[in-house]
């Protein structure tokens, strides 16, 4: 009788950044954690050493603190996508419709509601046992503003959606939000108070930092390939390997590197750019907030209050790209935007340039649910957070460690009625429809 044939997956490409993240830049330089060295053993292996892999270790780690557990990042913990995320923690959806809100509506809303404060749970356990300082997890809210009539409508519809969740929420007209932002730019703004704004590359290796004993923390160590070997797993690094029963697949949309999710997952990377540090008097209003677009695909901004001044961060374009790597070339055109939008916002700083720029890759899914599951015995993924990196990848993490674990929890119990993923459209219509797609949600959120 013959063995059944094994399974290997290799992965095909490697992560790569563009640009320096300013979240990065503005820390003391990392040392980074050891390398993979030689064979080893561990009871769970998770790839990915950002939002989604941190959290299903600490999950894990409260769980069962007997498990040995081997995270591995391909390079330096804070310095890939998680540390070039905006450090937006969001616990609301994006979109509340106020029209037709039936049951169904009511529970998908309440649903995400819930996935996103449970994200938010862990993250504030971790920061308060940290005793970190606000200038790394600062539960301050955030502002949606808009800069048209069209956002001012669509904030009054998305405030009225919160009434009927019983959502706290603060509406702002022009000359109160300007009182905040210090410019007069915006026509309107909507304050929710439940979001956390964290400095997300000092956020992440706090995280990183915070795990004990039997979790280890291997940097610079890239998974390369992935073989079932009898009941369990081998999963090879560049200088060493790994012998384990289980496996989660926290790499986001490098999951499709090694062969998952293969057609399902849309490689699409958004970019940020940050000033450097100026005289805070330069810009009258607070020194620190956050404001997210009142319509998709607009502009993000940031001020940071600093020992050496004030930044601000301007979060704006997208693009798609199958080979889950963006050139310079895009970057720079992404940072022409950036200083028109920049420009337009804050006339009152014609001084103060731009320092760093950067991008970050985000995995979408056509019908935006996760890439999440056991993809095969002792192999779970928690991958594909369609643009809320931050909340969403954090919840998968977890969600994904009970699932491991056999836990019977909320979000395993919300995440098995997620449907699969969606199949996309051959290539070469997937790339023209995802470019053409971007492009007209870029143009309908217009100067917003």
């Not at 991008?359 to 779970?380: D, Q």
């Not at 969600?399 to 674990?405: E, I, K, P, S």
């Amino acid at each position: 009788m013959s063995s059944p044939s094994k399974k290997v997956f290799v992965a095909s490409r490697l992560p790569k950044n563009t640009g320096v993240s300013g979240w990065v830049a503005m820390l003391a330089a990392r040392q980074a954690g050891p390398r993979l060295e030689g064979h080893i053993t561990a009871d769970v292996v998770v790839i990915g050493g950002g939002f989604a892999g941190l959290s299903a270790a600490r999950r894990i780690m409260e769980l069962d603190p007997t498990l040995d557990v081997a995270v591995l990042e391909a390079g330096v913990i804070g310095e890939a996508a998680a540390g070039r995320n905006s450090g937006f923690i969001i616990d609301l959806p994006h979109e509340v419709s106020s029209e037709d809100y039936g049951g169904d509506s009511t529970i998908k809303s309440r649903e995400a509601i819930e996935i996103s404060r449970t994200a938010i749970a862990l993250a504030s356990t971790v920061a308060q046992e940290q005793g970190w300082g606000r200038e790394v997890f600062d539960p301050c809210g955030r502002y949606s503003v808009a800069i048209s009539d069209e956002g001012d409508r669509h904030l009054v519809d998305y405030a009225k959606g919160l009434v009927k969740l019983g959502e706290k929420h603060q509406l702002l007209n022009g000359h109160e939000i300007a009182d905040v932002t210090g410019t007069s730019t915006y026509t309107s703004a909507l304050f929710t108070p439940g979001t956390i704004m964290v400095q997300p590359a000092a956020y992440i290796r706090g995280v990183a930092d915070s795990l004990r004993d039997p979790v280890r923390v291997y940097e610079n160590t890239p998974a390369v390939q992935l073989e079932n070997v009898g009941r369990g797993w081998l999963v090879t690094t560049p200088q060493g390997s790994i012998s384990t029963g289980r496996i989660i697949l926290a790499n986001n949309g490098h999951a499709e590197s090694f062969g998952f999710f293969r057609s399902q997952l849309l490689h699409v990377f958004t970019f940020a750019s940050m000033t450097r540090a100026f005289e805070p008097s330069l810009l009258p209003g607070q020194r620190k907030w956050a404001a997210t677009p009142a319509l998709p695909m607009g502009t993000t901004v940031r001020r940071i209050q600093g020992q050496a001044g004030d930044r601000i961060l301007i979060r704006s374009r997208y693009t798609y790209h199958h080979n889950i790597e963006a050139s310079e070339k895009t970057l720079r055109r992404a940072g022409v935007k950036h200083d028109q939008k920049y420009h337009a916002r804050f006339p009152q700083l014609p001084d103060v340039p731009m320092e760093y720029r950067w991008g970050g890759a985000m995995a979408l899914t056509w019908n935006s649910v996760p890439a999440f599951g056991e993809l095969e015995p002792g192999l779970f993924a928690a991958c594909g957070c369609n643009g809320v990196g931050a909340t969403k990848a954090t919840a998968n993490g977890i969600a994904a460690a009970d699932l491991m674990l056999g836990i019977k929890s909320r979000l395993t119990e919300i995440f098995a009625r997620f449907d699969a993923p969606k199949s996309l459209p051959r290539q070469p219509f997937r790339t023209i429809g995802a470019k053409a797609n971007l492009a007209f949600r870029e143009w309908r959120a217009g100067g917003e």
